[in-house]
């Protein structure tokens, strides 16, 4: 409220006149928003050997620098 005192005081306006443009630019955003398309990209499988899970960084880390010691 205080914001759009100074507001309206800074630019001559009425409070009323503020708080409706506040309004309208924040309800026009909100329906832009809303009308905006998400897109989702389809889950596809990362082709984890067996035996392998991402549950564990720390372990698949250790996994993946035995590989690269025997390489």
Known sequence: MDRARNLASQLGKPF???INEAMRSGLNTLDKT???KIYRMPSRNMGLRS???LENVGELLEKIEEHEKRS
């Open 51 to 53: 035996g392998v899970s």
């Open 16 to 18: 009323r006149f503020i």
């Open 34 to 36: 809303r009308s905006s």
